[in-house]
């Protein structure tokens, strides 16, 4: 069974940081790409940073020179450091990967910077 557990969420002032993580348990780890996504009520949800299995990293637009995504094929750890928070960050992130059976979701972590 393939699990993904985020964690790391909060309540932060805007211009601050904070790191998410997410720890994937059930697969070899080191064979898949790893996501972070967020949602926002009523909004579909965001593809926010995707690193390969070869640690290559994408970003969205909106996050791009304040997000870094990296991971840990030992602890089976992926990472999402978020700096100068605004308040348009405000969302549940998720952790996702897809196999050969769809895509796995961890269960999110909110993030609220007030505005």
């Known amino acids: 069974q393939v699990y993904l557990r985020e964690s790391g969420g909060g309540l932060v002032q805007p211009g601050s940081s904070l790191r998410l993580s997410c720890h994937a348990i059930g697969i070899n780890f080191k064979l898949f790409s790893m996501d972070w996504y967020r949602q926002v009520p009523g909004l579909e949800r965001e593809l926010v940073a995707t690193i390969s299995e070869s640690g290559s990293s994408n970003y969205a637009d909106s996050v791009k020179g304040r997000f870094a995504i990296s991971r840990d094929n030992a602890r089976r750890m992926v990472y999402l450091q978020m700096n100068d928070l605004r308040p348009e960050d405000t969302a549940v992130y998720y952790c996702?990967?897809?196999?050969?059976?769809?895509?796995?979701w961890g269960q999110g972590t909110q993030v609220t910077v007030p505005s």
């Open positions: 996702h990967l897809k196999d050969r059976s769809g895509d796995r």
